[in-house]
Nanobody, 122 residues
């Protein structure tokens, strides 16, 4: 019942859009986040949504990405637009109960999805 499964990744051209989904059954009331990791890079926080619906974004993603959730469908989304080659990475959804150590700190999240690849070409 408790699981996270990402989908929606793919290849797009620079400037294009993509929407990622994360099936997140069993995590109502949890903080949810999107992270990404490119080869050779640290895992990087992208966006976070609080149980009350407040959203937060990394500076480089703000105004281009939108995190949202559909509680009825137990699904988390990441709508991405104006994509750049540097957005190329594996994207992961995650859930945590109380990320007091920092909402963009991977270790604060207890459950992770398997990741979905996003590739942005010039």
């Amino acid at each position: 019942q408790v699981q996270l499964v990402e989908s929606g990744g793919g290849s797009v051209q620079s400037g294009g859009s993509l929407r990622l989904s994360c099936a997140a059954s069993g995590y109502s009331g949890y903080y949810k986040a999107w992270f990404r990791q490119a080869p050779g890079n640290e895992r990087e926080g992208v966006a976070v949504i609080y149980p009350n619906g407040r959203t937060y974004y990394a500076d480089s993603m703000k105004d281009r990405f939108t995190i949202s959730q559909d509680n009825a469908k137990n699904t988390l989304y990441l709508q991405m637009s104006s994509l750049k080659p540097e957005d190329t990475a594996m994207y992961y959804c995650a859930a945590g109960r109380s990320p007091w150590g920092g909402i963009f700190v991977p270790s604060q999240y207890t459950v992770w999805g398997q990741g979905t690849q996003v590739t942005v070409s010039n």
